[in-house]
């Protein structure tokens, strides 16, 4: 039998040939800046305020600069190059609207119509199996923390509560009749609860015979290993398949801080290295439990992405089988989405899109924790350099 060569992921030829040279170089130039942390924490703060401010040119040129390099467009419409263009390269597309955190039922249910109006251009798109939800989209954060607290609810948030159900379950509804599945992203552990709780009704009602809803599993948590093992249980006994995304976190600083703050145990890792075992773990035991698990490893890093790949073809099972998936943030991680894709693994880009003041946020986010944290930022820079480098470019 023939030696299985691993996937070669420090190739940048494959990993960076959607790139023209011009792109290749303002990429370069955009992390070689977000890789000094000093310089993305001030740019957050003052582009936040200018942004606020209404000053001229701010929004144009975050538009041009990281809105570009991270997020597909402002409307469905003007995303569809980019998913054409990842597809041309075996890369399906996640499809999430940038709306997080809103407050009232006008704005919930504008996010709603977004995430149904995002499963019918999902449909039309055979590239495009997944749209992402956020419940802090379709609810008040105060409301959802109320409800994992136990406390009872008034008249009128009850039926508030009752319409947040409706809500979720009017896309989840959409999406089980265009065969189009649902991530539920995972958010703070204060309303984590309340969040799985109205993903694991989901399940109920719409995974009998495909996944359609997927939960989302931050494993940075030292109870969520455990929680995916007691999911996944609950669902064979009761008759309906898990979905799992898979993830570090994204969190941390924030979790820790309330902790302390509010003088309660952190529910985060003591360390990195028990966050990537839990991680690993829950990746051999989604694998291991394939048939009944529809996962995606939504990572940037390259061992976890590499257990999975060599965990599949150990166990022969067909590469681009629809319960194995992998998933990388649009703009990062290209040397593994695209390498994955080029060698048969089923393989997407996670694509935000929306007004770029709304996804400002998450802007923020991916160039602080980056940067900040796992290094992220040095790595895409590193890797952008050697393809400059292969190409003779300067």
Not at 58 to 71: A, D, L, N, P
Not at 150 to 177: M, S
Not at 330 to 350: E, I, Q, R
């Amino acid at each position: 039998m023939a030696k299985k060569t691993p996937i070669d992921f420090t190739n940048t030829a494959i990993a960076f040939s959607g790139k023209t040279d011009s792109e290749l170089k303002k990429a370069t130039r955009l992390f070689q800046l977000m890789n000094q942390s000093w310089l993305v924490n001030i740019g957050s703060k003052l582009g936040v305020t200018a942004l606020n401010l209404n000053l001229p040119f701010v929004e144009q040129t975050i538009k041009y600069t990281i809105f570009e390099q991270f997020c597909s467009g402002t409307t469905l419409l003007n995303s569809q190059p980019v998913i054409t263009k990842l597809y041309q390269q075996k890369a399906l597309s996640i499809l999430d609207y940038g709306a997080e955190a809103k407050t009232t039922e006008l704005d919930f249910n504008g996010t709603m119509n977004e995430a149904i109006r995002a499963i019918d251009f999902a449909e039309q798109n055979e590239s495009v199996p997944i749209v992402t939800i956020k419940i802090s989209g379709l609810a008040r954060n105060e409301l959802l923390e109320k409800i994992q607290r136990g406390e009872a609810l008034t008249e009128e948030e009850k039926n508030e509560f009752k319409n947040v159900n409706k809500r979720v379950d009017a896309i989840c509804y959409a999406a089980h009749n265009k065969k189009v599945g649902v991530f539920f992203d995972a958010e703070e552990s204060w309303i984590q609860d309340t969040i799985d709780f109205l993903a694991k009704k989901m399940m109920k009602r719409y995974n009998e015979e495909i996944v359609i809803v997927y939960n989302t599993f931050q494993m940075y948590r030292h109870d969520r290993l455990q929680y995916l093992i007691d999911s996944y249980e609950e669902a064979r006994k009761e008759g309906y398949l898990l979905g799992a995304k898979l993830v570090r976190g994204a969190y941390m600083e924030k979790e820790r801080a309330r902790a302390a703050e509010l003088n309660y145990p952190s529910p985060i890792q003591p360390n990195k290295k028990a966050t990537d075992n839990d991680y690993n773990t829950a990746i051999q035991f989604c694998v291991d439990n394939y048939a009944y698990i529809g996962s995606c490893n939504a990572t940037h890093n390259a061992y976890s992405v590499a257990l999975q790949a060599s965990l599949i073809e150990q166990k022969n099972i067909q590469k681009n089988h629809p319960h194995l998936n992998f998933c990388q943030l649009y703009g990062m991680s290209d040397h593994l989405t695209f390498n994955l894709a080029d060698a048969g693994y089923n393989v997407a880009k996670y694509l935000p899109y929306g007004p770029i003041k709304d996804v400002v946020p998450y802007l923020i986010r991916r160039a602080q924790e980056n940067s900040a944290v796992s290094g992220d930022m040095n790595r895409e820079y590193e890797l952008l350099v050697r393809e400059m480098k292969r190409r003779g470019l300067k």
